[in-house]
């Protein structure tokens, strides 16, 4: 099974979608709800910004000793992060259990426990590279228009080709296509 997640911060949720090994659509498995927020929409640019990263990633580290119980790590900051960033952009950026966070995504106890097992035999299927996508919202046309004047439509106006991609194949587009932020 090949997995990617997918996070919605305005929706409060995290969605876990699964796929035979490199072969056909991606099917919905999994929906988590956030189970604390911190931050506003936008991107995260500096670290104690208490920001959730917007963007494309992946799953970088297993932490089965979390001080929430169990975590997975994002490679936040990336290349596309770095370009924009202060020049302390923060770091360790997980996927985690609890019900708190300063900039992460807690998924409760009981959802990380069964998340964590996913990607586990994910990656002992084979799969090198769990994508996590997290978008500050639906990408649609009418849900960008409503914040065209965001001191980040331009930043979001480029995360848009691979929400749509998705939305129209349920597959996914390589990163460094997507997206030249």
Request: net charge negative.
């Amino acid at each position: 099974m090949e997995l990617f997640v997918r996070a919605f911060k305005l929706g409060r949720r995290v969605e876990v979608w699964g796929r035979e090994q490199e072969t056909g659509q991606f099917v919905l498995l999994r929906t988590y709800r956030l189970a604390g927020t911190s931050g506003t929409l936008g991107p995260k640019r500096r670290s104690g910004d208490g920001q959730v990263p917007e963007g494309f990633y992946s799953i970088n580290r297993f932490n089965p000793d979390s001080e929430y119980h169990l975590s997975l790590g994002l490679d936040y900051p990336n290349a596309a992060d770095l370009q924009h960033a202060t020049p302390n952009p923060g770091g360790d950026i997980f996927i985690h259990g609890s019900n708190v966070t300063i900039g992460c995504l807690p998924i409760t106890d009981a959802c990380i426990r069964e998340l964590y097992v996913l990607a586990v035999e994910a990656r002992a299927a084979g799969q090198a590279s769990i994508p996590v996508h997290i978008f500050p919202f639906e990408m649609t046309a009418e849900n960008l228009a409503r914040r065209v004047g965001s001191p980040h439509a331009a930043f979001w106006q480029g995360l848009t080709a691979g929400y749509q991609y998705f939305e129209d194949n349920h597959q996914l587009l390589v990163t460094g296509e997507v997206v030249k932020l």
